[in-house]
């Protein structure tokens, strides 16, 4: 109940283009839900975070979806740039529970 | 403003050997505190976290300990070294009515 399973393991996009990062989840207590972006050597970084009271949230070129219905939620970055190659993580918390549950990681590369 | 420190940022260390890495949280009390392994792919795994002085939730067990003796120091530790103890560790906090996490800089850990 704990889990949250993020696909693809790695994503390949040309400049310009879409990516899309997806997350599910079974525990129903969660109730924030942010994305986390991380570059080499450096420890992961807060991108964008959405509650379950809105089903999407845009921040510039990066964007949120959430299905609380299916219990899902997704990332889109729009034009998406070779600076945007990175791994990327989604995550959930809820209640009582002091601790972030995340997902395995996206390894995005963004061809020039 | 609130900002976290975590060193060494490299470290090599021969197998039993001891292990000690500090963090530090500044500009905030009573934080949250986190100490998270990424091993060789991209997981976060969660080692220990903290709500308070003396206060250590152990998430698996293994060759390493934390310990938290002021507010917004938290270290982790091990008597002897194992190769498998080589990664990337990171220390994260969060306030008390916060949910997301501010991660460090990580510190890289080879065990040789």
């Known amino acids: 109940q704990q889990q949250v399973k993020q696909s693809p393991q790695s994503l390949i996009v040309q400049k310009g283009g879409i990516s899309i990062i997806n997350c599910a989840y079974e525990?129903?207590?969660?109730?924030?839900f942010p994305w986390y972006q991380q570059f080499p050597g450096k420890g992961p970084a807060l991108l964008i975070a959405i509650r379950p009271d809105v089903s999407e949230k845009k921040e510039g070129r990066f964007t949120i979806s959430f299905n609380k219905s299916a219990k899902q939620f997704s990332l889109h970055i729009m034009d998406s740039q070779p600076g945007d190659s990175a791994t990327y993580f989604c995550a959930a918390k809820g209640g009582s529970n002091y601790k972030l549950t995340f997902g395995k990681g996206t390894l995005l590369t963004v061809n020039p | 403003s609130q900002t976290i420190h975590q060193w060494p940022a490299t470290l090599v260390q021969p197998v039993g050997s001891p292990l000690s890495l500090e963090c530090t949280v500044e500009g905030t009390s009573n934080p949250n505190l986190y100490w998270y392994r990424q091993a060789a792919g991209r997981g976060l795994q969660l080692l220990f976290y903290?709500?308070?002085?003396?206060?250590i939730s152990s998430e698996v067990p293994q060759n390493l300990s934390a310990s938290r003796p002021q507010d917004r120091q938290f270290i982790l530790s091990s008597k002897k070294l194992l190769l498998s103890d080589s990664g990337f560790y990171l220390c994260a906090w969060t306030g008390f009515l916060d949910y997301g996490y501010t991660f460090g800089s990580g510190t890289r850990l080879t065990v040789v």
């Open positions: 903290s709500v308070g002085i003396g206060q």
């Open positions: 525990n129903t207590a969660f109730d924030y």
